[in-house]
């Protein structure tokens, strides 16, 4: 007899069925090798509407991993100064003491903002910055510390980006070299 309807089968066999133990072995979980992975089988759900058996498969599961930045500061007043050295874990001691210098002028303390060392982060999205720190203010010191995926910026012209007002200037290790740069961006600087 030949069922085409699986529906069918719970009114042919009203029996309850049993495995011989020969049988139950080629059903028992075989045991995996340690280097093997082995991924989870996704669950199905099924509705039964007489006498169609619809099957939903599931939604593949997106895992988002939390992203975490290492930086400097606690950002107690949500500005963000991007920064870029690839040999240190946040910044060059001579440059913080500069930059220190700069935000005590603006009533600031290392405290008040947050120090990203874009070389240690080098997949950062600008989004994901901008939904980790919630920055009011945002600057980027050097071309090799603009994310990935942020709004054209002009160098030393402040830029509203959404909520967030940005700048663009030199690293430092270009304005330690150039008075020009140091006025420049110390100009940017005082509006921000």
């Known amino acids: 007899?030949?069922?085409?309807?699986?529906?069918?089968?719970?009114?042919i066999l009203q029996d309850e069925l049993y495995l011989l133990n020969a049988d139950k072995t080629l059903y028992e979980k075989k045991a995996i090798p340690d280097h093997v992975i082995e991924a989870p089988i996704p669950e199905v759900k099924a509705q039964v509407v007489d006498p169609i058996i619809i099957i939903e498969e599931p939604l593949p599961e997106v895992k988002t991993q939390a992203i975490n930045f290492n930086y400097l500061g606690q950002n107690l007043k949500s500005f963000l100064i991007l920064v870029y050295?690839?040999?240190?874990?946040?910044?060059?001691?001579?440059?913080?003491?500069?930059?220190?210098?700069?935000?005590?002028?603006?009533?600031?303390?290392?405290?008040?903002?947050?120090?990203?060392?874009?070389?240690?982060?080098?997949?950062?999205?600008?989004?994901?910055?901008?939904?980790?720190?919630?920055?009011?203010?945002?600057?980027?010191?050097?071309?090799?510390?603009?994310?990935?995926?942020?709004?054209?910026?002009?160098?030393n012209a402040p830029k509203p980006l959404g909520g967030i007002t940005g700048l663009y200037s030199f690293s430092f290790g270009e304005m330690m070299d150039s008075v020009d740069h140091k006025k420049a961006f110390w100009e940017q600087m005082k509006t921000l």
């Open 1 to 11: 007899m030949k069922v085409e309807n699986p529906v069918a089968l719970r009114f």
């Open 85 to 155: 050295y690839p040999e240190l874990e946040f910044i060059d001691d001579s440059h913080l003491a500069a930059l220190t210098n700069i935000i005590k002028r603006k009533d600031l303390s290392v405290e008040d903002i947050a120090i990203v060392n874009l070389a240690r982060h080098a997949n950062a999205q600008y989004d994901e910055l901008v939904k980790f720190f919630k920055p009011a203010k945002l600057l980027v010191l050097g071309k090799s510390a603009l994310p990935q995926g942020i709004a054209q910026l002009t160098l």
